[in-house]
């Protein structure tokens, strides 16, 4: 696998993005809004074998204790796959983040990805955003999340269907 990073420029901070490919499923990590938000961009196919990378990579580049202080934002956009796995992952960092008053949000899911969050009932527990920048605005309002109402049919130009 293969870590780059690049760094941001911003007048009042400089933070970094950061980017992990290899496998089926690529990661990236980039700060966004308001208060930097932490926006975990994610491509390809996640399940039993690479999940585990997703918190690993979180981890190592917000922390160990990454939830105590930070909103998270999951952005779909460009994953084909997921699987239980990644189901599991998401319920365990809701349950992390909201033991200490954060929000994780997901945006942007599309054709099997989309159909699987609403089988598995994933709308029900966390807040599912049509973009990425109607998430960030969210989290920006200093209020508590209410969730969008969660459509479970495909977005137009998804790749895949069921």
Not at 18 to 38: T, Y
Not at 72 to 91: P, Q, T
Not at 124 to 140: G, I, K, R, W
Request: aromatic share 6%.
């Amino acid at each position: 696998m293969v870590v780059s990073a690049e760094p941001r420029h911003r007048a009042e901070t400089a933070c970094q993005a950061v980017s992990l490919s290899g496998g089926s499923g690529g990661l990236h990590l980039s700060f966004r809004g308001a208060g930097e938000v932490p926006v975990l961009t994610l491509s390809g196919e996640f399940d039993l074998e690479n999940v585990p990378e997703i918190e690993r990579f979180l981890r190592r580049h917000l922390g160990p204790f990454f939830f105590r202080s930070r909103h998270l934002v999951l952005d779909l956009a460009r994953v084909d796959l997921i699987d239980s796995a990644f189901v599991g992952l998401v319920v365990s960092l809701v349950a992390r983040l909201h033991e200490h008053r954060r929000e994780l949000l997901i945006t942007r899911p599309a054709g099997y990805v989309r159909r699987t969050i609403a089988l598995v009932g994933l709308p029900n527990l966390v807040p599912v955003y049509e973009s990425l920048d109607a998430a960030l605005s969210a989290l920006a309002a200093d209020a508590p999340v209410i969730p969008p109402p969660f459509d479970p049919a495909p977005l137009a130009g998804s790749r895949r269907t069921l």
